[in-house]
């Protein structure tokens, strides 16, 4: 089974409007960690934002909030007031338990239309 | 920039050759990943190495191997290259607490012809 599933291989938005991508993952260990990172078209992996499983509060970081709903197991990826930079490819990926390891999705290409 | 390097950048190779890839983690990281990302099998992990110890290994061919060394850079080895190790390949590293991110390097591209 996969641990995390991206469902939308595509999303577009309008700048300055806000999108969600989604997230879920899979495991039975208590104690996890989830992980945003974005790819630009030039290649590199760039961390936005992580959450916790024990935590209580959602995670924020400037225009990138995480919606995590822990019953449902999801982390869905929130950024606000899309700017045209944002196109790029969006991964999800876990932490599970003592390992260090990220498992990642299989993405999302977010396209930001002016 | 995230404080990883990787060399080289590009890598234009011919089926059983070898070539080596180089990281070097963040100033004080003590963990080093590598992964391949191909447009097939997305991310994948292939090792990890923990203050020049193997910590974990992932899907590695055995044609693959890696080294951390005593300065804490470390090289991925490909050898006997087939086609289908044209990939994208990734060196991170993070300080080794539970919380932290992993901070990517810029990658290797690998192209087998």
């Known amino acids: 089974a996969q641990k995390i599933t991206q469902t939308q291989p595509g999303m577009f938005v309008q700048e300055k409007e806000a999108v969600t991508l989604d997230c879920t993952y899979d495991?039975?260990?208590?104690?996890?960690?989830l992980f945003w990172y974005k790819q630009p078209s030039s290649g590199e992996m760039i961390f936005l934002i992580y959450q916790g499983s024990y935590d209580q509060q959602n995670a924020t970081e400037g225009r990138y909030s995480l919606n995590f709903q822990k019953a449902r197991k999801s982390a869905n990826l929130v950024i606000s007031a899309s700017q045209l930079g944002d196109s790029a490819m969006y991964f999800c990926a876990m932490r599970e338990g003592s390992g260090s390891r990220l498992t990642f999705g299989e993405g999302t290409q977010l396209t930001v239309n002016p | 920039d995230s404080g990883v390097t990787q060399t080289p950048k590009h890598l234009i190779t011919a089926t059983g050759q070898r070539v080596t890839l180089r990281c070097s983690p963040r100033?004080?990281?003590?963990?080093v990943y590598w992964y391949q990302q191909s447009l097939d099998q997305g991310l994948q992990f292939l090792i990890q190495y923990y203050n020049g110890e193997e910590r974990a290994k992932g899907n590695i061919l055995e044609r693959f191997s890696a080294q951390q060394f005593p300065d804490l850079h470390s090289e991925l080895n490909l050898s006997s290259l087939e086609l289908g190790d044209s990939a994208l390949y990734f060196c991170a590293s993070r300080p080794g607490t539970d919380n932290s991110p992993l901070h990517f390097g810029n990658g290797t591209r690998l192209t087998v012809t």
């Open positions: 495991t039975s260990d208590p104690s996890y960690g």
């Open positions: 100033s004080g990281d003590l963990s």
